[in-house]
């Protein structure tokens, strides 16, 4: 009986809203206005912030888009006095106004958008100011992830609560170094992750429903999206204003099967603020990059995959060459970190600026050093290396899982060999692996087989790696962690690396269009050291441990 009721009452709702909806058609034509039903129309938070909500309730008008100066406005009845008021005034602003005749129940639609307005200033700012004072409360309390845990069971489900809710969560990544945010939407509630140093870990699970549309049109609201489109994927950014830094957090939402599921990149200036020294390159390979980056013209790439540190160590490239003397610019896509002194440009493909003929453009701009933040075609490729040949120090990433694997992913782009030899001077191949928590790690005892597998290795690096050791040590991270590392073992990340460094015995190879196997022989012969043996040295140096070598590079090949 109750079912047949609510069936009922809800058809009986949907006649109302159809005669409703009928009316406002008929009002339309009588006023000469075009009709619009704004149920599902997208509501532009720009546009909305145009008129003040009481005045907007009061004489029943709404902005829902803006373009420039064309405005598109909703009314009930474009004949009453106060709204031909409210269109005067906008007219005297210099606006264009395209106006629509919408349905009572249309209307009341769109003011509940006003909710998500901040009501200092009833505009978008695109970034969110924290107070020193409640950041450093925030940051001194939020030290692990079980306190940012407690602070949110304590915020309430209310779109009041969104901005403070949003505040934890945003300081509490700060404080605990992550670098992604996801809010990932499930049957019966949201789950909170972040992912620091690499790896993601459960913050909060459950988080309500209610709550979580709150916090999702906040954050749509900061980053400049449609609040009311829910089954498209959306892209945007906001900033953080600290009080010695802004920070850029880059949004993306996208549909899934219980709602829409975010993540929030953090890029945090000070990750960017690393000397060569700091990047982790042992003292041989560190004097190998910087005779490299002396050079006046040529081909440095950088390979790996999303997330790997390329462009980390690139900027750093980058701050040791800037001087006032050499211009350097870069395209990019997007821009994730500003430069100070660098000119810095970003692709824009539906305005034609590729990276092709971005590189293009930028070359008539007499630069001395170039960075093209990825290379994805023939085209952009063939450019890079023509410029490499040409008076160029070019830098660039190029996604392959070894240093030896660049040249045959450029030959099956369609490089020529004959370009590609002269052009490179040399090939970096990067992962990050944790750091062992200096506080908290636990010394491992050294059996025979592992001994003998250790002194075998480093029989075989070559003689310019530094092997000195007063005593061969290694860690392992300790059962449950401490405070500092947030009872992981780890704390902070660091790179491993292998070069691959031209030589003319490579170039002649590389002109026989050889297989990676072939090109990989080669440079171990002449002296290069894989990333899993930097890593294997980074380990008997007490900094990380095998373990972490392995989940980055594969087995341990002895």
């Known amino acids: 009986m109750d079912q047949s009721k609510s069936l009922i009452k809800e058809k009986l709702e949907k006649l109302r809203r159809e005669a409703e909806e009928r009316g406002a058609q008929r009002r339309a034509n009588k006023t000469g206005f075009p009709y619009a039903n704004l149920i599902a129309a997208p509501i532009n938070m720009d546009a909305l912030s145009l008129i003040d909500e009481e005045i907007a309730k009061k004489t029943r008008t709404a902005a829902f888009e803006i373009k420039e100066k064309k405005v598109a406005l909703a009314v009930f009845d474009p004949n009453d006095a106060q709204t031909k008021e409210v269109i005067k005034k906008l007219k005297n602003e210099g606006y264009e106004l395209s106006i629509f005749v919408v349905s009572l129940s249309a209307l009341n639609h769109v003011l509940s958008f006003y909710q998500f307005i901040p009501k200092k200033a009833k505009e978008i700012t695109g970034s969110i100011e924290i107070e020193?004072?409640?950041?450093?409360?925030?940051?001194?309390?939020?030290?692990?992830?079980?306190?940012?845990?407690?602070?949110?069971?304590?915020?309430?489900?209310?779109?009041?609560?969104?901005?403070?809710?949003?505040?934890?969560?945003?300081?509490?990544?700060?404080?605990?170094?992550?670098?992604?945010?996801?809010?990932?939407?499930?049957?019966?509630?949201?789950?909170?992750?972040?992912?620091?140093?690499?790896?993601?870990?459960?913050?909060?699970?459950?988080?309500?429903?209610?709550?979580?549309?709150?916090?999702?049109?906040?954050?749509?609201?900061?980053?400049?999206?449609?609040?009311?489109?829910?089954?498209?994927?959306?892209?945007?950014?906001?900033?953080?204003?600290?009080?010695?830094?802004?920070?850029?957090?880059?949004?993306?939402?996208?549909p899934s099967e219980f709602g829409e599921t975010v993540v929030l990149r953090i890029l945090d200036p000070e990750t960017i603020r690393l000397n060569l020294s700091d990047l982790g390159f042992r003292d041989d390979d560190l004097e190998i990059i910087?005779?490299?980056?002396?050079?006046?013209?040529?081909?440095?790439?950088?390979?790996?995959?999303?997330?790997?540190?390329?462009?980390?160590?690139?900027y750093a490239f980058l701050r040791n060459?800037?001087?006032?003397?050499?211009?350097?610019?870069?395209?990019?896509?997007?821009?994730?970190?500003?430069?100070?002194?660098?000119?810095?440009?970003?692709?824009?493909?539906?305005?034609?600026?590729?990276?092709?003929?971005?590189?293009?453009?930028?070359?008539?701009?007499?630069?001395?050093?170039?960075?093209?933040?990825?290379?994805?075609?023939?085209?952009?490729?063939?450019?890079?290396?023509?410029?490499?040949?040409?008076?160029?120090?070019?830098?660039?990433?190029?996604?392959?899982?070894?240093?030896?694997?660049?040249?045959?992913?450029?030959?099956?782009?369609?490089?020529?060999?004959?370009?590609?030899?002269?052009?490179?001077?040399?090939?970096?191949?990067?992962?990050?692996?944790?750091?062992?928590?200096?506080?908290?790690?636990?010394?491992?005892?050294?059996?025979?087989?592992?001994?003998?597998?250790?002194?075998?290795?480093?029989?075989?690096?070559?003689?310019?790696?530094?092997?000195?050791f007063q005593?061969?040590?290694?860690?392992?991270?300790?059962?449950?962690?401490?405070?500092?590392?947030?009872?992981?073992?780890?704390?902070?990340?660091?790179?491993?690396?292998?070069?691959?460094?031209?030589?003319p015995d490579l170039e002649r190879l590389i002109a026989k269009e050889p297989v990676e196997a072939e090109i990989k022989e080669l440079a171990f012969k002449q002296g290069m050291v894989s990333m899993q043996g930097d890593g294997i040295l980074k380990t008997l140096r007490g900094v990380t441990t095998f373990e972490e070598v392995e989940r980055m590079t594969g087995p341990l090949e002895w």
Request: proline share 4%.
């Open 132 to 254: 020193e004072k409640r950041f450093l409360e925030l940051k001194n309390t939020l030290i692990s992830l079980e306190a940012i845990k407690k602070e949110l069971l304590t915020s309430e489900a209310s779109a009041a609560a969104a901005t403070k809710i949003l505040e934890v969560v945003l300081a509490g990544a700060l404080a605990n170094r992550a670098s992604d945010i996801h809010l990932e939407s499930a049957e019966h509630g949201v789950k909170l992750r972040l992912r620091i140093d690499g790896l993601l870990h459960d913050v909060f699970e459950n988080l309500d429903k209610n709550t979580y549309e709150h916090l999702l049109s906040r954050i749509k609201l900061l980053s400049r999206l449609k609040l009311n489109i829910s089954d498209e994927p959306q892209d945007g950014r906001f900033s953080i204003g600290l009080p010695d830094k802004v920070i850029e957090i880059r949004t993306s939402i996208i």
């Open 290 to 314: 910087k005779k490299e980056l002396s050079r006046p013209n040529g081909m440095i790439l950088n390979t790996g995959p999303t997330g790997s540190g390329k462009t980390t160590t690139l």
């Open 321 to 468: 060459a800037q001087g006032p003397e050499i211009k350097i610019i870069t395209i990019e896509d997007p821009i994730e970190y500003h430069l100070e002194g660098i000119e810095q440009t970003q692709v824009d493909p539906e305005a034609g600026y590729t990276f092709s003929n971005g590189l293009r453009s930028i070359l008539r701009q007499d630069p001395d050093m170039i960075l093209v933040g990825e290379i994805r075609d023939l085209e952009t490729a063939e450019i890079a290396m023509h410029s490499a040949l040409t008076g160029h120090l070019v830098f660039s990433t190029l996604h392959t899982n070894e240093a030896s694997g660049a040249v045959p992913r450029l030959i099956d782009m369609g490089v020529k060999p004959s370009v590609i030899a002269p052009a490179i001077n040399l090939i970096i191949a990067q992962r990050l692996v944790r750091r062992l928590c200096q506080n908290c790690r636990q010394e491992q005892e050294i059996d025979s087989d592992l001994k003998i597998k250790i002194e075998k290795f480093l029989g075989r690096l070559p003689a310019r790696v530094n092997k000195n």
């Open 471 to 503: 005593e061969i040590k290694i860690f392992k991270q300790s059962d449950g962690g401490c405070e500092k590392c947030n009872n992981t073992g780890y704390k902070g990340r660091v790179g491993i690396f292998e070069l691959f460094l031209m030589s």
